[in-house]
C-alpha cells in the first residue's frame, strides 16, 4: 500500500475549520486505498532582523516605519487584552483542549520542523499540499517553501489539492519563485477561482477549482460526528472570526426581534475581545464535533467563517455570511467566501451589517435545489481529480525507480 503525507495548517490548530478539513482529506485518501498521514510540521519561527529585512524589501522604509508604529500599538494593545482577558482564558482552554483531542485522532507524524522534513519524506511515496490557506503570505511577508513541497525529494509525486491563496495579487518580487514552485508540481488544484486567476498564467495546463476536503465526505459521517443535539431550544448560531461589533449587535438586535436565543462560540481568535466578553445567551467553548452539532441543529447562523458557512450548506441551513476585510486588502477573506456562495447559487447569503433585519427576512427561506444539483457535480469532479492525480503520481514513482534500476 503506498503511503500519502499530506502538508497543511496542523500543528496547533485549534480552528474548527481548518482541522476538519484535514481530518477530511486524510479520510478521503485513506477511502481510495493509501496509507494517509497528516505531517505534524511546525514553523521555525522568523529572527526579528530577518522580518527587518523582508518588511524593508516589501514595503519600503515609509511601510516599514508605519508597520513599526503599528506593531508598537498592537504591543500595548496585546498587554491590554492579556490583562482584560484572564477571565476568557478558561473559555479558550477548554476550545483549545478540545480542538487538540479530536486534532489527535488524525494520523499523523511526529512533529517536525523545515531542517527535519527530509527525513520524515523518507516515510512517504507521495504527497498533498492542502487544503486551507497554506498559499498565504506570513506576518513577515513571505510564502512558505514548505507548503509547496519543495522538501520532497526527485522521483515522489508532490500535488496540491485545494490550496486556497486568499491574496488580491502576487507580489512581483514573489512572481519568479511562485512560478517556479507551481510548475515543481506534477497537478495542481485551487479552492477558489482567485488561485486559478492567479496561478494559472505561471503554467502551462489548466488549474481546476476543487472543493474543500469537507464536502467529500457524506454528509451522515458529519452527522455522525456532531452527536445528539445539545440544546433543545431554537437558537441563532453565531460564529464569528472577526472581532466587528457592528455584527453582534445587528444579530443581537434580530434575536431580541424575533424572541430567539443566540448561541455563541467566543474568542475563536484565542485571545481576548471586548466585543465578545457578554455576547450571546449561552455561549459553548467545545471541540469540533459541538461546532458541527451547533450548525446542524440551528434555527440561524450567522457566521463570517468558510467553514461555518460550508457546514451550513452541507445541514442545508438558513444562513448568512458576513464579509470581511477591505477590497485589495490582504487580509481581506472574501474571494473564498465569494467563491463559494457563488458556485452553489447562494450569492444572496454573502452580505453586510447594513439592513440586517430586513435582509434577513426577505431571503429567510433558502431553497437548496440547485445547491444540491452543484453539490453532487462538482463532488464527482473533486473526487475524479484526487483519484486520478494519486493514480498519476504512483505511476511517477513506478517510471523514477524502472529508470534508476536500468
Excluded at 496585546?78 to 487538540?100: D, F, Y
Excluded at 519563485?177 to 505561471?202: F, M, Y
Excluded at 457592528?246 to 436565543?261: C, D, G, N
Excluded at 473533486?382 to 505511476?395: G, I, P
Amino acid at each position: 500500500m503506498k503511503r500519502v503525507g499530506i502538508i497543511t495548517l496542523y500543528h496547533n490548530n485549534s480552528n474548527y475549520g481548518g482541522i476538519l478539513q484535514a481530518y477530511a482529506l486524510n479520510s478521503a485518501v485513506c477511502a481510495l486505498g493509501y496509507d494517509c498521514r497528516v505531517i505534524d510540521y511546525v514553523q521555525t519561527p522568523m529572527r526579528a532582523s530577518e522580518k527587518l529585512k523582508r518588511k524593508m524589501a516589501s514595503e519600503g522604509l515609509t511601510g516599514t516605519v508605519r508597520t513599526a508604529v503599528k506593531s508598537s500599538a498592537k504591543i500595548v494593545e496585546g498587554k491590554v487584552r492579556r490583562i482584560s482577558g484572564r477571565r476568557a482564558r478558561p473559555e479558550i482552554r477548554a476550545r483549545e483542549n478540545e480542538a487538540a483531542a479530536f486534532r489527535s485522532k488524525i494520523p499523523h507524524t511526529e512533529m517536525c520542523t523545515a531542517e527535519e522534513l527530509p527525513r520524515i519524506a523518507e516515510q512517504f511515496d507521495m504527497f498533498l499540499c492542502g487544503s486551507d490557506q497554506i498559499w498565504n503570505m506570513g506576518g513577515a511577508g513571505r510564502f512558505d517553501p514548505v507548503y509547496w513541497l519543495e522538501f520532497v525529494p526527485p522521483g515522489k509525486g508532490r500535488a496540491s489539492y485545494a490550496a486556497s491563496m486568499p491574496l488580491p495579487a502576487i507580489p512581483e518580487r514573489e512572481r519568479d519563485t511562485i512560478r517556479r514552485r507551481v510548475r515543481a508540481l506534477d497537478c495542481v488544484s485551487v479552492r477558489e477561482n482567485q488561485g486559478k486567476r492567479l496561478l494559472e498564467p505561471l503554467r502551462d495546463d489548466e488549474i481546476p477549482v476543487v472543493l474543500d476536503p469537507v464536502f467529500l465526505p457524506e454528509t451522515a459521517c458529519w452527522e455522525q460526528l456532531s452527536g445528539e443535539r445539545l440544546i433543545r431550544e431554537p437558537y441563532i448560531y453565531v460564529y464569528l472570526l472577526g472581532d466587528d461589533a457592528r455584527q453582534r449587535e445587528a444579530v443581537k438586535a434580530l434575536s431580541e426581534e424575533m424572541k430567539i436565543q443566540i448561541v455563541f462560540t467566543p474568542y475563536l481568535q484565542s485571545e481576548y475581545r471586548a466585543c465578545d466578553k457578554s455576547f450571546g445567551d449561552i455561549r459553548m467553548s467545545g471541540g469540533p464535533e459541538e461546532f458541527l452539532n451547533l450548525i446542524r441543529y440551528a434555527d440561524f447562523v450567522f457566521t463570517d467563517s468558510f467553514h461555518a458557512s460550508v457546514f451550513s450548506i452541507l445541514f442545508r441551513k438558513q444562513f448568512w455570511t458576513f464579509r470581511r476585510g477591505r477590497k485589495n486588502d490582504r487580509r481581506n477573506m472574501d474571494s473564498r467566501l465569494e467563491s463559494l456562495t457563488e458556485m452553489f447559487g447562494l450569492a444572496d447569503r454573502l452580505i453586510d451589517t447594513e439592513n440586517l433585519t430586513q435582509h434577513v427576512y426577505a431571503s429567510r427561506h433558502l431553497h437548496y435545489r440547485t445547491a444540491e444539483r452543484v453539490l453532487t457535480r462538482e463532488k464527482a469532479c473533486s473526487w475524479d481529480y484526487l483519484r486520478n492525480t494519486l493514480h498519476s503520481m504512483e505511476e511517477k514513482g513506478k517510471r523514477f525507480h524502472e529508470n534508476e534500476s536500468a
